[in-house]
């Protein structure tokens, strides 16, 4: 994946908040297809495929009462294991193009106007199509793509304003208290200055000490109790400085992209939901600064 659609929060934000007192929800409730079996997708709440095996039986407490956090997938080996999204209701709209007809270049250029070169390169046009279009491809819940013309254009509007309050005005790509002084290495990588909250000054973008002066390594936003398949793996050890309090971009969790992708699981299920393969960004989670089609939008 390249740069983590602005769409990747779009996947996963809703994946665990659909939920009832009591009654089956799940995408399980009436079993599964033959070669299929009930699995958990544990990327919103800790839930593992042991905890989803009853729903087909009727059980009606959780998992089994949030309609995603339990699924039929292929008991295939090897078969993309992509967690659905919540249910809208709504109909495909095989009318309209979304990007013909409601979401438009000009439309595009007239509501995202990046101010840094940065941003310029990832938040573009074609590649917020790409994504749309590589998600809609994995999912039966079209992005942008269900019900009228109205509640189309009224998802897309949605999206572009939560974009745009978490990039500020589509200008950030890095959070930047973890990402300070970002500099280019000679060997293509970015390099970031990370700095602690009590040491950070928002209003200058400083740091009065650098986050290595007290710590070994880097150890934010690694959850070690939510590895694979649950999360990236990572410990906080295996980021370390390179010198003059700088550490490798590619190699560290913290917030990026239009939708703040940040924690160890949550780049796992950006990943797979958006490519069926968790590997990508949980190998390099800076591609969701820096691959236009790939930051979670």
């Not at 602005?6 to 994946?15: D, E, G, Y």
């Not at 189309?152 to 572009?160: G, T």
């Not at 973008?205 to 690694?222: P, R």
């Not at 398949?229 to 309090?245: F, L």
Request: glycine letters at 8%; charged letters at 20%.
């Amino acid at each position: 994946m390249h740069t983590t659609l602005l769409l990747t929060a779009a996947v996963l934000l809703p994946s665990g908040i659909y939920a009832q007192k009591g009654g089956n929800l799940s995408n399980c409730k009436n079993g599964c297809n033959l070669g299929e079996t009930c699995v958990g997708n544990p990327f919103s709440q800790p839930v593992n495929d042991d905890d989803c095996k009853t729903c087909a039986a009727g059980r009606y407490w959780w998992p089994c009462n949030f309609e995603t956090l339990c699924f039929c997938h292929s008991i295939e080996e090897g078969a993309l294991r992509v967690p659905p999204a919540p249910k809208s209701g709504l109909r495909v709209n095989e009318e309209l193009d979304l990007s013909k007809d409601i979401l438009t270049q000009d439309v595009f250029s007239l509501l995202v106007s990046p101010t840094t070169d940065e941003a310029k390169a990832l938040y573009t046009y074609d590649g917020l199509c790409n994504a749309i279009s590589q998600y809609n491809d994995n999912h039966k819940e079209k992005f942008g793509n269900m019900g009228t013309e109205e509640q189309m254009r009224a998802e897309i509007a949605a999206f572009l304003a939560h974009t745009a309050i978490d990039t500020k005005q589509y200008s950030t790509v890095r959070e930047d208290m973890h990402c300070l002084n970002p500099m280019t290495g000679s060997d293509g990588k970015v390099y970031c200055q990370p700095c602690k909250e009590e040491h950070y000054d928002p209003d200058t973008k400083t740091c009065s000490q650098s986050y290595f002066a007290t710590e070994n390594s880097y150890k934010e936003y690694c959850d070690v109790t939510r590895q694979a398949p649950q999360g990236c793996s990572c410990n906080n050890e295996q980021v370390v400085q390179t010198g003059n309090g700088y550490m490798p971009a590619s190699e560290a969790y913290f917030k990026r992209g239009a939708l703040s992708t940040g924690w160890n699981y949550d780049y796992y299920g950006a990943s797979q939901s958006l490519m069926g393969n968790p590997n990508m960004l949980c190998d390099n989670p800076d591609l969701v600064s820096t691959n236009p089609q790939e930051s979670p939008r």
